[in-house]
């Protein structure tokens, strides 16, 4: 990201984790989103450039890691958030962490190592 002088990063999450790349090196996009975002760096699911440039935007306004989530509005007033990815630093970046809990990203459990 500082080779390039990147403020954005975004990653087909669909077409990683069907390839099962992300099984063989044990790692989750989800998480990686919620780092950089709380390092102040836009990290969007599925190469979404209307997700990434809104969190851009608020993050940049706001001061504040983002929340993604991609809605989808069902029938009887339902709400489907798709890409639920909060952020630690949704407070602000110069205030305490929320409260997190890690589990496990797939019935394997690969998804909660450190």
Known sequence: MQKYSCNAFTVECFELCASRLADKYLITPCLLHTLLKDEGIASACEA?????????????????????????????????????????????YDKPDLPYHLRHFVESGWGQRL
């Open 48 to 92: 979404d450039l209307n997700a990434l440039l809104a969190m851009r935007l608020l993050m940049s306004i706001a001061k504040k890691s983002s929340y993604m989530g991609n809605p989808r509005p069902l029938l009887n007033d339902q709400l489907v958030i798709n890409h639920s990815v909060p952020g630690i630093k949704m407070a602000g």
